[in-house]
């Protein structure tokens, strides 16, 4: 069975500009989630997707918005970068709501200059 | 107060000895609790979860949760350089994962 897929898996951007980084769950999976591990941060979680609908948000600015798409695959999107925005982006799916096991993929590495 | 707290080490043991990893955590309703690894540069692979107080073994792995203490363990046996890495608790939390820190464990041949 194929894990969490993410593309790309590293990316340089500079400030003010844009990114799209996207998921794949495990086949099945209908939750989506996303985090982001930056240096020294740990992993803090930024929003959750489960059947197209966004249901959770983390403590991030606007500018960090996402979506997910009817096969359950999922983008991320940021706006604006900032250099602290420079982190693992890390994508992970679960089984369904309320389903607390959650799988990870290897994470987009963004490098904001 | 942080929901989880993990002392993020680093822990250098050399291969065989016992490792032992700790997370406090402060919300009593807290039920399921779980230990990740991370290797360097790839995302985090789910390691042991557990849903009630005492311990749950597998293999080399021991998951320890004293709920009156709201404290959590994992202890490595006979440890080995592969696994060297970073174990991070995780608790489910309205749907999201709360972290600790990560504690980073290098196992010396």
């Known amino acids: 069975e194929a894990g969490v897929t993410q593309s790309p898996t590293h990316l340089i951007k500079t400030r003010g500009q844009q990114v799209t980084l996207r998921c794949s769950p495990i086949?099945?999976?209908?939750?989506v989630y996303w985090y982001q591990q930056a240096l020294g941060l740990g992993l803090q979680f930024l929003l959750w997707y489960d059947e197209g609908e966004e249901r959770n948000r983390g403590n991030f600015p606007p500018r960090f918005s996402g979506r997910q798409f009817p096969n359950y695959s999922s983008e991320l999107n940021v706006n604006a970068l900032e250099l602290e925005d420079s982190a693992l982006y890390l994508c992970?799916?679960?089984?369904?709501?309320?389903?607390?096991?959650?799988?990870f993929g290897p994470g987009t590495r963004l490098l904001v200059l | 107060q942080k929901e989880v707290e993990q002392d993020p080490g680093p822990l250098s043991v050399p291969e065989g000895a016992i490792v032992s990893l700790n997370c406090t955590y402060s919300n009593s309703a807290f039920q399921y609790f779980m230990w990740y690894r991370q290797y360097s540069r790839k995302g985090p692979e789910l390691l042991m979860y557990?849903?009630?107080?005492g311990n749950k073994e597998d293999g080399r792995f021991t998951a320890q949760v004293d709920k009156s203490s709201k404290y959590i363990s994992l202890f490595i046996r006979d440890s080995q350089p592969s696994d060297s890495a970073t174990y991070l608790c995780?608790?489910?939390?309205?749907?999201?994962?709360?972290f600790g820190a990560g504690t980073t464990v290098t196992v010396r041949a």
């Open positions: 995780a608790i489910p939390n309205d749907y999201k994962l709360s």
């Open positions: 557990t849903y009630s107080s």
């Open positions: 992970a799916s679960s089984f369904s709501v309320g389903q607390e096991t959650q799988y």
């Open positions: 086949s099945g999976h209908t939750s």
